[in-house]
């Protein structure tokens, strides 16, 4: 197990601890260690910098997340209650926040994303066609990454020459280890090139507008003003961080379950019918988004004395793995009838890419599992999952 939660007495009645969700751990180790807390606090503090609640009760977690009068999204990092930086549409609240997403509605909704499918389709099966004679791949870098970021790319008008690049911004800005970086200047680095480059992709088509997501949004008006470069800019590095990890990470978890767990993929490869349950109850089980929120005034959540201005951490995988909802709640249940997992959140910013999300998960299961069916973990792969978010770092297969 990690060491990321030391305990350290109570603070203001509660319990406290010294917990770093940036440290990674052993594979699985960070749910587990949910699990756990969740068994036995509904609330706690963190003592790490200047401090911040942690709420482990599955309701009172929801309830936050859909109570965005009180948990603001000013903030929504928990070690930084002030920060410098602004996010769109994740750091706004209502009624800004519900202009953008009504503005953002037709570019991620079911039907826009439908229609995208034979494209998502061709982009994995070409991928994964490369791959096949190959015998071993490390696949989130072969697959996972490469899939998603190419459709993403596509879809908010990218060049795709620059996808390497990306992928480079992405392991810098996400994954290194304080080995790797230990003074941050990679991520630094990584930080400021992401920055200049939405810059420029921005100036680009202020001069000659495409048929593209940010040429389109660039021609909104919020409370009767185009929107600023600024803001788009600010829209542009959400999107980044929101798209670029999510999807690789949910697809490391389902080669990993599927590899560790043979008889459920033998069942979706006899029956791919079984594949958009196996998909929904792997975003449940290995759940990895942590959501953040600042208090906009005094307030008891969790058994926790919460301030006004301070942070509040509001893990997902608490109400993702909670008994009181679930039946065997860490189990992958490929006849599970009802699932309504929070994976993609809740309240009023719920994922807006829940939908293409969807879609690149099953086709990636799908057509990986009708070209490979039968793999393993290679027995020389450490299984080590990054802290923030609890991707795999690294895992190589082998067919
Ligand atoms: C399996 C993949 C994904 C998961 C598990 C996921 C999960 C989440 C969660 C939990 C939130 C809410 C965060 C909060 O409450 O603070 C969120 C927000 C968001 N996601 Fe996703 N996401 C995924 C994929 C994507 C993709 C592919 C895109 C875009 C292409 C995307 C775009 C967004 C955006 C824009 C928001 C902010 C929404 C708002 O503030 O109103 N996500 N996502």
């Known amino acids: 197990m990690s060491t990321t939660y030391e305990p350290e ?26 699990d756990e807390m969740a068994g036995a606090h ?30 603001s999204n000013k903030s929504v990092t928990a070690l930084e209650a002030n920060p410098k930086f602004l996010w769109i549409p994740e750091m706004l609240d209502p009624p800004v926040h519900t202009t953008w997403r009504r503005l953002l509605g037709n570019a991620f909704s079911p039907k826009t994303i439908a229609a995208r499918e034979a494209e998502v389709r061709e982009v994995a099966i070409e991928l994964i066609e490369e791959l096949k004679g190959a015998g071993a791949a490390e696949v989130l870098d072969a697959f996972a990454r490469q899939f998603p970021t190419k459709i993403f790319m596509r879809m908010v008008g990218l060049p795709e020459e620059d996808l390497g690049q990306f992928l480079d911004w992405v392991h810098d800005l996400l994954h290194l280890t304080y080995d790797e970086d230990p003074e941050g200047l990679r991520q630094l680095a990584a930080m400021h090139a992401v920055s200049a480059y939405f810059d420029e992709q921005i100036a680009l088509r202020r001069e000659a507008p495409r048929d593209d997501l940010l040429s389109t949004a660039m021609t909104w008006e919020i409370d009767g003003e185009k929107i600023s470069d600024s803001d788009m800019h600010a829209f542009c590095i959400l999107l980044f961080q929101a798209g670029f990890d999510t999807v690789p990470i949910s697809i490391g978890w389902a080669f990993y379950h599927f590899a560790t767990h043979p008889e459920d993929r033998a069942a979706i490869v006899a029956d791919p019918s079984l594949i958009p349950v196996a998909v929904e109850e792997i975003l449940r089980v290995y759940s990895f988004v942590v959501p953040a929120r600042k208090a906009t005034t005094d307030v008891q959540i969790g058994g926790c004395p919460v301030k006004e201005g301070e942070m509040v951490m509001l893990p997902l995988s608490v109400i993702n793995r909670d008994a009181e909802r679930f039946e065997n709640p860490t189990e992958v249940d490929l006849e599970r009838v009802t699932n309504n997992h929070v994976a993609f959140g809740s309240g009023p910013h719920r994922c807006l890419g829940s939908h293409l999300a969807r879609l690149e998960l099953n086709v990636a299961v799908e057509e990986w599992h009708a070209r490979i069916p039968d793999y393993t973990i290679a027995p020389e792969q450490e299984l080590w999952q990054h802290g923030n978010m609890y991707g795999i770092n690294s895992l190589r297969l082998q067919w």
């Open 9 to 34: 007495g109570t603070y203001e009645g509660c319990p406290a601890y010294h917990f770093d969700n940036r440290v990674g751990g052993p594979v699985m180790s960070h749910q587990q260690r949910w």
């Open 42 to 71: 509904s609330g706690f503090r963190s003592t790490i910098s200047k401090g911040y609640w942690v709420v482990t009760e599955s309701d009172a977690v929801q309830e936050a997340l859909q109570d965005w009068g009180t948990f």
